[in-house]
């Protein structure tokens, strides 16, 4: 039986000493191994590496990316959070070149695209798909205010790489659009507001208005990833690393008081059991466990 006044804390586990594995190496074998270090994110991490190094891309970056963005949004919808709700997992539909018709049906309907504007888009949740279903159920769990975090500062390539708690995820990059707009003042920063955030993401993949990965200065590459941004700063001489910084959503997430630490302290005691969809609806890229303090 759950105690009674029992609050979540988060515990992260300790990060991996990725700058230690990198330094001193060549340049070309350390931007091979970091996307072997992490299973999350392979192709962003990848191509930060190699912008990041001075070293060329493939040939298709911004469409490797494109899909490994939209693999993981479509895993969310389809086979994750359905769990949550008894639900049984959704085939994922193929994702095959330019023809998007497959998953645009499966991820909005009939209509093909997502409604802009806020009345239109509580008909859209109204229409009993699986994937409108699974936000209904997140909308129906979590009310105002519940599991929600302060407006914090958005991360952009400029503040990426400062040490400050950001709000560095995908809900950032679409929080521009009405209907964000609107579910933020109805019930907060919370994880209707995130979930939303992915199935809007998602729409850009298709349709090619993902964000472009870019250098922003010398030895400094930012690049969009299925979390947020994701920011690699390196120094090189004579063809090895000679400093390296990764930054990833993850890191801004777990900051003192950001994101992750807000929403749990916004989860009231008796929901303590949903904690666990929060944290997969925050979705950080490294093993955070959860623990009940009972503060009675």
Known sequence: MRARGATVKARPTAPLPVASL?????????????PRLFNLCRT???????????????ETPKEDLTREILRDHLLKFCVTWPGFFGGRPQPIPQISGSDTAVVRAALFGPLGSLPEEPG???MFLASGSPITQVLHEIRTDFGPGEACAADLTAATRQNVFGAAALENSVAARQAHRPVMRHIEEEFGRGPLWRATARLYDAQDCLTGRLQ?????????????????????????????????????????????????????????????????????????????????????
């Open 212 to 296: 472009d990965v870019a250098i922003v200065a010398p030895g400094r590459a930012v690049v969009p990833a299925a979390r947020g941004l994701y920011a690699i700063s390196a120094e090189i001489e004579d063809g090895h690393v000679k400093n390296f910084r990764r930054i990833t959503p993850t890191d801004h997430l777990l900051a003192p008081g950001g994101v992750l630490d807000q929403s749990l302290a916004n989860l009231p005691r008796e929901k303590a059991d949903l904690a666990g969809l929060v944290l997969d609806i925050l979705d950080p890229c490294m093993p955070v466990s959860l623990m009940e303090v009972d503060d009675a």
């Open 22 to 34: 990198v330094i001193g190496k060549p340049v070309e074998e350390a931007a091979e191994l970091l």
């Open 120 to 122: 239109d888009f509580a």
């Open 44 to 58: 962003a991490q990848d191509i930060a590496a190699r912008m990041a190094f001075g070293l060329p891309l493939t």
